[in-house]
């Protein structure tokens, strides 16, 4: 099986602009989470997604968001962006309340 | 609320030398405890889990046993490689159907191990 893909890999934004990112499940597991990784909070929840409905969220501000389709596949989006976002986030899927497998992440930059 | 708590890093070893990275958790019910590896520049990689007390999840030839009686689940090798240089963490999950299985990960400990 294909793993988790996620796009686009690198992201290079300006302050106040907004961002999407993508990710693919692996094929079978319809929930998706999505995490941040910063050097100084580590890695941190921001909310999962089980046919399409969020069952479970971090504790971030409104300005990210995300929504999940039919097919699995997950977008994650970020609103007015702050230079503490810069980040890499990693989407991962599982079987309903399961191991959870990562993907390669997006790196964001925000200048 | 849970919490994970890791050894603090970074670890150096040299080659063949046995690896231990603490790990503690706290956590109101019963959760499923793993470890995760990352590689320079790619995503986190499972590595071994552990889903009830006393088991012992293995792989790779490193080890981990979940401890309700301490609260532990440290990570151990034998015998380490240069290729098992990399960040790994610590993180748990609680088995909630409703509630999904939003994983609480620890600070990461980088792993250096020099030829």
């Known amino acids: 099986k294909a793993g988790v893909t996620q796009t686009p890999r690198y992201l290079i934004k300006t302050r106040g602009q907004q961002v999407t990112l993508s990710c693919s499940p692996i094929?079978?597991?319809?929930?998706v989470s999505w995490y941040q990784q910063t050097p100084g909070q580590g890695l941190q929840f921001l909310f999962e997604y089980f046919s399409e409905t969020q069952r479970n969220k971090g504790n971030f501000p409104g300005r990210f968001s995300g929504r999940q389709f039919s097919n699995s596949r997950s977008e994650m989006n970020v609103s007015t962006l702050e230079l503490g976002d810069s980040a890499l986030y990693l989407c991962?899927?599982?079987?309903?309340?399961?191991?959870?497998?990562f993907g390669p992440g997006t790196r964001l930059t925000v200048l | 609320g849970n919490s994970v708590t890791q050894m603090e890093g970074p670890v150096t070893l040299s080659e063949e030398a046995f690896l231990t990275i603490n790990c503690t958790y706290t956590?109101?019910?019963?959760?499923?405890l793993f470890w995760y590896v990352q590689y320079p520049g790619e995503g986190l990689q499972l590595l071994l889990k552990?889903?009830?007390?006393?088991d012992k999840g293995s792989n790779k030839g490193f080890e981990a046993t979940y401890r309700k009686e301490t609260t532990s689940f440290h990570l151990e090798k034998g015998s380490v490689q240069v290729s098992d240089s990399a960040v790994y963490f610590c993180?748990?999950?609680?088995?909630?159907?409703?509630?999904?299985?939003?994983?609480?990960f620890g600070e990461g400990t980088q792993l250096t191990v020099n030829p």
């Open positions: 956590a109101t019910g019963y959760p499923s």
């Open positions: 991962a899927s599982s079987p309903p309340s399961s191991t959870q497998y």
């Open positions: 552990a889903t009830k007390a006393d």
């Open positions: 993180a748990l999950s609680d088995r909630d159907e409703t509630s999904g299985s939003r994983l609480t």
């Open positions: 094929s079978g597991h319809r929930s």
